[in-house]
DNA sequence: AGGTATATGTAAACGGTGTTGACCTTGTCA
DNA sequence: TGACAAGGTCAACACCGTTTACATATACCT
């Protein structure tokens, strides 16, 4: 025996459930922040983790796992959607454009590039619907045009996140900033607009 | 020998570069149509096409270079940048709603199901700039502002094939879709106005 | 015609992936 | 002390895309 134990004092790395779990977890986080979730196997974060690999399995399900619990704990547009409602499409654009420039997180910036990958395509569909969609559809009040719009809104927020992966951040001067935010807002805007009021 | 050479004629398969090349591609493009990129493994590929495994990277470099060639035959968003300009916004509005409901071609809908992928991923991004941005780019004139608006219509037009993987194709009623579709030809109106007119 | 280079096709392996099942160790409690 | 269960290890499984060494057929040239 080494002195290890499932409290985690003593030397070595810690033991028991949560303390792997939770060790397992953040090598995951870390290489994937900096090599994009394909890029790195499963024996990689096991290795980093200074764990066996099956583990991951037993406490994750599957690589995937892995995904869904950073995703959970993230989330994704965090925090977009509560607020005031007048300045909700100001609020979303700023987002947007933010996201353009890359300054989300270095996570997020690592997940978009992978964007691609079955695992994250999966993850992220359930996500996006759950994190953009449904909460925009009940907060325009859940009628039968909310859904619409929602779906309008995500199509855009989505749209505007897929062709910086093709075109690469793009750094602007202030004004062009300014300007692009208020273009994309009323784009947003436009797709809020009563259908039938064409 | 069996009788059969070159130029196709006698029992069993057709041999030779061409013939070869053909085949494995016909069943690449029935396969990808029928199971996705991903879910179709190389040598399935090869025993469709009554090949050797060894043969595609012969011919095609490798598996993404079946998806390369499949892509360049087809084209993505075909020839809906000719034409008349009153009406480019109503053409590609038309395009993404068809797209919304499914309607583009099997193969397209089932790359788009299984975009994702990073073969799938890499590949695209070349065509959508120089079949999309490019020449939208130089359609609208070529100016500075040019670029950036041909970037937000393409996010929109990115935007929603991507919410229609997340949505599902939606049955629209007739006039339900003539609403979507002068939503959408709006939205494009207004990513292609100058700017600095806010 | 004969011999030779070249194109084409084949078989088997390589290194890698995610995942799983059988086993062993460790700590706890009766 | 013995049974038991949780936690951890190891080796294997079934795939994947790709490559290398080899066999065969075709075409060409002397």
């Given at each position: 025996m080494d002195g290890t134990d499932g409290t985690g004092s003593g030397a070595g790395p810690a033991r028991g459930r949560e303390a792997t779990r939770a060790r397992i977890l953040a090598s995951a986080r870390e290489l994937f922040t900096e090599e994009g979730y394909g890029a790195v196997s499963s024996r990689k974060i096991a290795a980093h983790a200074g764990v066996n690999v099956a583990l991951i399995n037993r406490y994750f399900g599957a690589k995937r796992g892995l995904l869904t619990e950073i995703l959970r704990e993230d989330g994704v547009f965090p925090g977009l959607i509560e607020g005031d409602r007048d300045t909700l499409t100001r609020r979303l654009a700023e987002h947007a454009v933010s996201r353009l420039h890359g300054e989300s997180s270095a996570l997020q910036r690592a997940l978009d590039h992978s964007a691609g990958d079955p695992d994250l395509q999966a993850v992220y569909q359930g996500r996006i619907t759950s994190a953009l969609i449904d909460p925009l559809e009940a907060y325009l009040g859940g009628g039968t045009a909310a859904r619409a719009h929602a779906s309008l809104v995500t199509a855009l927020m989505?749209?505007?996140?897929?062709?910086?992966?093709?075109?690469?951040?793009?750094?602007?001067?202030?004004?062009?900033?300014?300007d692009l935010t208020r273009r994309v807002e009323a784009l947003l805007d436009l797709c809020l607009e009563d259908f039938t009021d064409d």
């Open positions: 989505l749209g505007l996140t897929r062709v910086r992966l093709v075109e690469g951040a793009t750094a602007l001067r202030a004004q062009e900033r300014e």
